[in-house]
Structure formats: C-alpha cells, structure tokens
T-cell receptor, first 118, second 116 residues
Framework: AQTVTQSQPEMSVQEAETVTLSCTYD???????LFWYKQPPSRQMILVIR??????QNATENRFSVNFQKAAKSFSLKISDSQLGDTAMYFC???????????????FGTGTLLAVQP | GAGVSQTPSNKVTEKGKYVELRCDPI?????LYWYRQSLGQGPEFLIY????????DSGLPNDRFFAVRPEGSVSTLKIQRTERGDSAVYLC??????????????FGPGTRLTVL
C-alpha cells in the first residue's frame, strides 16, 4: 500500500520570503503522479502543482516549484516570495498512474499548516 | 463555469440518526469521488463512481455508509445510524472522462458533519 508522510505539522514564514514544505512517500509503483494541494479555511482543495514520476524535470507553476527525488521518494514544495494569501493547509498527495476505468484515487498526507506573517 | 457544489455546508445531527449529503459535480464530468477528512488528517478515499455505477467502494468504512449516483451526475452519500466517530468533513471531487491520472480532480467545499 502507498503511504504519504508530511513531517512538518506547522510552518511559518515572513511575507516575501521563501519556504519549503517536505513530503516523503512509499510505493512499489514505477508510474505515478504526485500533487500538492492547498486547503484554505474555506475547505476547498485547490491544486497547486503536479509532477509525473516519469519526468525528471521538476514542475514549476509561477512562485511554486517542486524538488522531486524519485530514488529518495521525496517531493518537497518550495514557495517563493510568500504572500499572505498563501496561508493555508498544504497536502501532499500520491496517485497511481492508470488509464481506462481505474479508480485513480488520491492518497493524502496529514498536511502542513503554513502561516505567512506580515 | 460552476464548480463542484455540496449541500449542506454544515450538518449537525444526533447519534443514531440518518443523514444524506449531496454533491453536484461539474457538468459533463463522468468520474466522481467521495473523500472523508477527519480533524487533523488528510482526506481519505471512500468511493468512486464512473457514470452511474460505483466502480470502487473499497474505502467505505462499513455498511452504514452508502452512496448513489442514479443519473450519472448528482451523487448522494448516505449514512445510517450515525456515530460520533462519523464527524468529519466529507469532500466530493469530480473529473472528466476515463483518461489517465493527469486529469485533475476538482473538489467541492465539503460538508462538515457533526454527530452529537
């Protein structure tokens, strides 16, 4: 079974600075996807960034980037130029890579609460 | 366009009662998921629909939980004889089609269920 571990329950960063959130996972699969989701107090899960395991290049989305280390099964999220609106819970998630009618369910970690301080 | 909507936003019930939670997916999305998020935890998979049928219900914790999607759009999660341990946020997500995992799952705002 796959597991996702986020070892930082809470993090704090000053506005405009950079912060890195950690995530490790365990799987015997070779093809999979990894995600970072943001969950503000509104409870709505919002996709921040996605990484396909077969791609060596790290994904980037504006101020968000990942450090994907497949051999180490590590998938950290870097947020640059932190903004007050980045304050939220951040969840790392794993999905097997399947086509057709496969479930493709997400397996989440326990989350990291990020507070951006003014 | 409209995103995934869930009603009610909050539901308070008494132990032993029956509850129904509703999910309206994005129009045209054939895949629909229910997840449960307990306090301080990440969401956990409950059930997956492809069209009208429950293709994977392996995450349902016991037979008190049941979900339907009779016309392939709106889904209802039903919980019988609620217990205090059922208190959680119930999230619904939808995605288009049968294509691979790169199809993003779009989440609704969830229903917070409190069982007294």
């Amino acid at each position: 079974a796959q597991t996702v571990t986020q070892s930082q329950p809470e993090m704090s960063v000053q506005e405009a600075e950079t912060v890195t959130l950690s995530c490790t996972y365990d799987t015997s699969e070779n093809n999979y996807y990894l995600f970072w989701y943001k969950q503000p107090p509104s409870r709505q899960m919002i996709l921040v960034i996605r990484q396909e395991a077969y791609k060596q290049q790290n994904a980037t989305e504006n101020r968000f980037s990942v450090n994907f280390q497949k051999a180490a099964k590590s998938f950290s999220l870097k947020i640059s130029d932190s903004q007050l609106g980045d304050t939220a819970m951040y969840f790392c998630a794993f999905m097997k890579h399947r086509y057709g009618g496969a479930t493709n369910k997400l397996i989440f970690g326990t989350g990291t609460l990020l507070a951006v301080q003014p | 366009g409209a995103g995934v909507s869930q009603t009610p936003s909050n539901k308070v019930t008494e132990k032993g009662k029956y509850v129904e939670l509703r999910c309206d997916p994005i129009s045209g999305h054939t895949a629909l998921y229910w997840y449960r998020q307990s306090l301080g935890q990440g969401p956990e998979f409950l059930i997956y629909f492809q069209g009208t049928g429950a293709a994977d219900d392996s995450g349902l914790p016991n037979d008190r939980f049941f979900a339907v999607r009779p016309e392939g759009s709106v889904s209802t999660l039903k919980i019988q004889r609620t217990e205090r341990g059922d208190s959680a946020v119930y999230l619904c997500a939808s995605r288009p089609g049968l294509a691979g995992g790169h199809n993003e799952q779009f989440f609704g705002p969830g229903t917070r269920l409190t069982v007294l």
